[in-house]
């Protein structure tokens, strides 16, 4: 659906992007990561038409977002981080306003309706703008972005700015929204992106330095691949039980943490699931399983690894 390939873009003698390339399949949610600076929004103002690179190429469902720019554009909806609003139009006309824009055809009511509906603006329809809250007016950003079903969304940092409730309502929607659509997400608030998209791409220094799924990324990256489960249980009896199953290669005793609860780490073989046979060994013999985290580093930690080992790396 997306395919960039060899992305350079020039600034004088400060080169913003150096030979990008990555492809997004349809339907599948990406997450697009990195620091300030590090060619992210470029990229993007690239992908969406607001930018020419200085070369290399970008494609949005086989058209060249620098050859057609027009014709690549109405397979794009973009919702910036600061949502395009009239604040001073009712939602319904600033959606009119942008079905007219757009050139979109058809029935233009029903069509702005159902975008209301699937997004849930539809009790704020006839409310001017600026009376909304902060995340109304983000379902109106995104609403204006859906316009004419484009089946390329690209959103920049969704969520900013709304409270717990709103950032999960949104979370919902975008996983929704990705059964239908292909989805570009970018944001620094790497749980979002983790609980929310397929895979990640994180960029630094205007290079792409990891292109992977987030569990894989994190699998790859940790020198640790332990879980460590924490276990009611008489030790002697729990240690035999867990070390049995199979494909587990070490379990280890490390330390009580309650009255008659321990902490193990287990290590398996590369690839192995143990958990749920973990827990049925478990439940067979009423030990209850009052913890079981991996030790493999999260996204952030993946995040934080990748880009200042970059920085360290291009001093």
């Known amino acids: 659906m997306i395919e960039v390939k ?103 009511e029903k069509q702005l309706e159902e975008v209301a509906r699937q997004v849930k603006i539809t009790e704020v329809y006839e409310r001017i703008i600026k009376n909304l809250s902060k995340g109304y007016k983000q379902r109106v950003g995104l609403a204006q972005a859906l316009l004419g079903s484009p089946p390329v969304l690209i959103l920049d940092e969704p969520t900013v700015g709304l409270d717990p ?78 070390a049995s199953i199979p494909q587990m290669k070490e379990v280890q005793l490390l330390a009580q943490r309650e009255p008659n609860v321990y902490e193990y780490a287990l290590e398996c073989e590369t690839g192995a699931d143990i958990r749920r046979e973990l827990f049925r060994r478990l439940a067979l013999r009423n030990w209850p399983l009052l913890g079981l985290k991996s030790s493999e580093m999260t996204l952030e930690d993946v995040f934080l690894r990748l880009t200042t080992d970059q920085r360290k790396g291009g001093k």
């Open 6 to 108: 060899d992305l350079v873009k020039q600034y004088g003698e400060k080169r913003a992007l150096e030979h990008v390339s990555f492809s997004v399949d349809q339907g599948e949610i990406l997450g697009f990561l990195g620091p300030n600076g590090a060619g992210k929004t470029t990229t993007m103002n690239i992908l969406t038409g607001y930018l020419s690179s200085t070369s290399g190429t970008a494609t949005v469902d086989g058209i060249d977002v620098l050859e057609d720019p027009i014709a690549a554009k109405k397979k794009i909806g973009y919702l910036p981080e600061q949502p395009p609003l009239y604040p001073d139009m009712t939602v319904k006309e600033y959606l009119r306003f942008i079905f007219d824009l757009k050139k979109l055809s058809g029935d233009r």
């Open 165 to 242: 409730k709103q950032i999960i309502e949104i979370r919902n929607l975008i996983r929704s929204l990705g059964e239908r659509h292909t989805v570009i997400l970018s944001s620094h608030i790497l749980s979002e992106v983790q609980a929310v998209c397929d895979r990640v791409v994180v960029i630094n220094g205007g290079r792409i330095v990891a292109d992977d799924t987030p569990d894989r990324l994190s699998h790859t990256m940790s020198d640790d691949h332990r879980y460590l489960a924490r276990i009611e249980g008489p030790t002697d009896e729990v240690y035999k039980v867990i």
